[in-house]
Nanobody, 123 residues
Framework: QVQLVESGGGMVQAGGSLRLSCAAS????????MGWFRQAPGKEREFVAA????????YYADSVKGRFTVSRDNAKLTVYLQMDSLKPEDTAVYYC????????????????WGQGTQVTVSS
């Protein structure tokens, strides 16, 4: 089992950047594929990005491709989401999640979730 804690959210103007971090507990962090999801008010949770256990493969939603970058540091038990060129439509609660299906875009394939961090992008 793994516990996840996100940080780095906040308010930023359109065009700005934020870097989210997700710190994990447990020595098995490198055994998990990690995903980032987001949920805006009144909308379903949607896939943002994912990264394989080693970090060698990354996956992105079309809406964030070219603007967001997912990475991980297994020695620090941390996964990151660098968000650049932010848009108002990126406003949501962002969650990190741990699972076993590499690159999965389905929330049900991630059994472990953090509590979320709010990202607000103003126009």
């Amino acid at each position: 089992q793994v516990q996840l804690v996100e940080s780095g959210g906040g308010m930023v103007q359109a065009g700005g950047s934020l870097r989210l971090s997700c710190a994990a507990s447990g020595r098995t962090f490198s055994s998990y594929t990690m995903g980032w999801f987001r949920q805006a008010p009144g909308k379903e949770r949607e896939f943002v990005a994912a990264i394989s256990m080693s970090g060698g493969s990354t996956y992105y939603a079309d809406s964030v491709k070219g603007r967001f970058t997912v990475s991980r540091d297994n020695a620090k038990l941390t996964v990151y989401l660098q968000m650049d060129s932010l848009k108002p439509e990126d406003t949501a609660v962002y969650y990190c999640a741990a699972g076993f299906f590499v690159g999965s875009r389905r929330p049900e394939n991630y059994p472990y979730w953090g509590q979320g961090t709010q990202v607000t992008v103003s126009s």
